[in-house]
């Protein structure tokens, strides 16, 4: 009797959609075709007087002392970021490349259960390629996902997707952003031009053809407004110290690269509370640590491990739609080894 195949203490995915950091330039909207003289968006320093209103003011039981302490000031110095005087436009550029290998681990210390799960996504690749997942990407793309926060209040968001090739551009893409939902998260009938991009992100997945792509993208908010780039996370701050700190690349305002990453994966409609909530980004549990929730528990058997294990260790095909996700979720990356 053969023995029964084990889950790999020692296993982990490089990602295949490898984004850049995100670097932010201010002009005019109608300047977008010499979007090469723009100006880099920097941080300044802000100090601003707010008042006490924290939910521990609430909780004072000494009326003296709380009558004391709201009339004080709260003091604050932040990072901000703005468009320069006399621009109305926030510029937005990064790459993206998009690997091959989807499903071979970069580190994986058990041959056979290494064997079996390539042969599971091969099985998959077959069947379906890449083409349901690549058009989710590429909507997400179009519709400006990765602006987040500087896309909302937006008048007008342009799009321009290009493919590099020996460090030229060979074919590009522009979308409106605007008239594109965040909550469907596939292209419509008809839109060949989102479907040409799909189409050579699948091929970029299946290892068919090198694929960089840069993005570029135009949200006109108005001159002056201020602009989101990433908020830093410090762990340890001292008493003093500032109260928000913003990324920059080469004191250019950015957006990190695991941000980007997390717009474009945000494709999960296979969840059991999709309908309701539309896309989540593609994570093991569902997590959306803005909701403070994971979608996927354990104990509905729709997380990224028990479906896994499932497929490769019991040989029990999930349905089409738990397929993609796993098949996703590897695409994402990440350390999923038994081992703690």
Known sequence: MANKLEIASVLAFERKLDPSDALLYGGNWDDRKNSQEWTPI??????????????KQAQEVDALRLDGNEKNANL????????????????LKFTLRVLAGTGHPSA??????????????????????????????????????????????AEQVEVVVSQFENGKPKTSWTFDALSRSLLE?????????????????????????????STTAFARIGDG???????????NRERGDKSKTLYAVDKIA???SQKIGNALRTIDTWYPEAEKNGPIAIEPYGSVTTQGYAYRQPKTKR?????????????????PEQQHFLIATLIRGGVFGKAG
Not at 192 to 208: F, M, P, R
Request: glycine share 6%; hydrophobic share 40%; proline share 4%.
């Open 108 to 153: 994986c210390n058990d041959a056979p259960y290494r064997k079996k799960l390539i042969a599971t996504v091969n099985n998959y690749v077959q069947e379906y390629g890449f083409g349901e997942l690549a058009q989710r990407y590429a909507a997400n793309l179009a519709n400006g996902r990765f602006l987040w926060r500087n896309r909302i209040g």
């Open 225 to 235: 407004q201020e602009v989101f780039p990433s908020q830093e996370l410090i762990m």
């Open 76 to 91: 604050q110095t932040v990072d901000v970021a703005t468009l320069p005087a006399g621009t109305d436009t926030l510029k």
């Open 42 to 55: 920097t941080l300044r320093e802000k100090s601003v007087r707010g008042t006490m209103s924290s939910r």
């Open 254 to 256: 950015a957006m990190h």
């Open 303 to 319: 997380d990224f491990f028990n479906l896994l294990d499932n497929w490769v260790i019991e040989d029990k095909v999930p349905e």
């Open 185 to 213: 998260p596939k292209p419509a009938e008809g839109d060949d031009n989102l479907y040409s991009l799909a189409a050579l992100i699948a091929d970029g997945l299946a290892g068919k053809a090198h694929v960089l792509l």
